[in-house]
């Protein structure tokens, strides 16, 4: 089974669009994002630009395989990370703190 952090998305009520990963290499592209979720799926496209929005603030939610995509890409970009964690399947409630990716989940 594949990530589809769009099915999750939208069975929130949360409005989202699909981003072409060569779009993710266009620094453009990305300045119109508020939030930017990535299935794993190792999509191949120019990773300095995606460093560049997240050390300017851009928020980013690289799911399984592609955060270590990510991070090879811009390992300067992301400055708390435990490459060695594997978690529990199952349903967990968290609290999100961050301000801005609460207005982005509504």
Do not use: H, K
């Amino acid at each position: 089974i594949y990530d589809s952090i769009q099915v999750l998305l939208s069975g929130l009520g949360i409005d989202w669009r699909f981003v072409e990963p060569e779009d993710l290499g266009r620094p453009s592209a990305l300045d119109e994002l508020d939030v930017l979720f990535v299935n794993c799926g190792g999509f191949v496209f120019d990773r300095s630009a995606l460093a560049n929005w997240v050390l300017g603030g851009g928020r980013l939610y690289a799911s399984d395989w592609e955060f270590f995509s990510a991070l090879a890409g811009a390992p300067d970009a992301f400055d708390d990370y435990d490459t060695g964690y594997t978690g529990d399947s199952g349903v967990r409630t968290g609290v999100v703190d961050d301000p801005s990716m609460r207005i982005a989940l509504g």
